[in-house]
């Protein structure tokens, strides 16, 4: 993660953190943003600034990082896009830290040990962040080519009239299911990607309870219990018992 500090991200007490170590004076933040974003500009071209005399204590630095640390964390958490505001505060906010960390001055073994530890708390942090955002680019791939699969697998309502095309159009038309798009995706986040019940798919099929072009068909149920065991339903659902499912039913009369 670059050191870099996104001036419009700093809040007011960060803003005028920075400008005071830089030797500029307080005032709106509209003012301390400009202001430091021409002394950061500065730095960068290798202008020599006039570096003041630290202001802060030991014991304020420490005060002002460790009150930012569970907020980080509690961000860290809760963020679901990278790349996004609050993505790049979070990143702000740490290199901020790390600035004002590096900066400290401790006075004794004590202090020595506390900002050591503190500076590992920081880095963490920051590669929590790294991995978070890694997690959620993930996700982002994973679910569109999954969601891909998924609409691709559906059934069409073409094939419904071809295999009962026979009989008045309007009769024979079977509504198609409807596909929750976004609760499919929802819950492929959720799972990343793992294989799920077709239960949990979100899909809905339209129409009533009476039967044709208004829902399921009465009488045209066929159960049978399964003898394969390699998982794939292809296996049984196959041609073959279509057959003689298609035998043993007139299915014309159906409609």
């Known amino acids: 993660m670059a050191g870099k500090l996104v001036i ?7 803003l005028t953190y920075e400008c005071q170590v830089r ?67 979070l990143e702000t906010t740490l290199n901020h830290l790390l600035g004002r960390l590096k900066r400290s001055k401790p006075q004794n ?11 590992g708390k920081i880095l963490a ?3 929590d962040l790294d991995n978070r955002c890694e997690e959620i680019e993930k996700q982002q ?5 999954e969601l891909s699969i998924l609409e691709n697998r559906m059934p069409r309502h073409s094939s419904f009239e071809q295999d009962f095309g026979d009989g008045d159009e309007e009769e024979n038309e079977v509504s198609p299911p409807i596909f929750d798009r976004t609760a ?3 819950t492929l986040a959720r799972v990343h990607a793992k ?7 979100g899909l809905q099929f339209s129409g ?42 007139d299915y014309k009369a159906l409609f």
């Open 8 to 14: 419009s991200r700093l809040v007011q007490d960060e």
């Open 23 to 89: 030797g500029i004076g307080s005032g709106t933040v509209e003012e301390m943003r400009k202001s430091l974003a021409k002394a950061i500009r500065m730095e960068n071209e290798g202008t020599t600034l006039p570096i003041p005399t630290y202001p802060y204590t030991f014991e304020e630095d420490m005060l002002a990082i460790r009150t930012k640390i569970e907020p980080i964390e509690t961000g860290i958490a809760a963020l679901t896009t990278s790349k996004s505001n609050k993505h790049i505060k």
């Open 109 to 119: 073994d004590d202090e020595i040990k506390e900002r050591s530890e503190v500076l």
């Open 125 to 127: 942090l920051m590669t």
């Open 141 to 145: 791939q994973i679910v569109p080519a």
């Open 184 to 186: 499919v995706s929802q």
């Open 195 to 201: 294989s799920m019940p077709v239960y949990k798919w």
């Open 208 to 249: 009533g309870k009476q039967g044709g072009k208004n829902g399921f068909i009465p009488g045209a149920l066929t159960i049978f219990r399964s003898g394969t065991k390699s998982g794939d339903y292809h296996d049984e659902m196959n041609a073959s018992n279509f057959l003689k499912w298609r035998q043993a039913h």
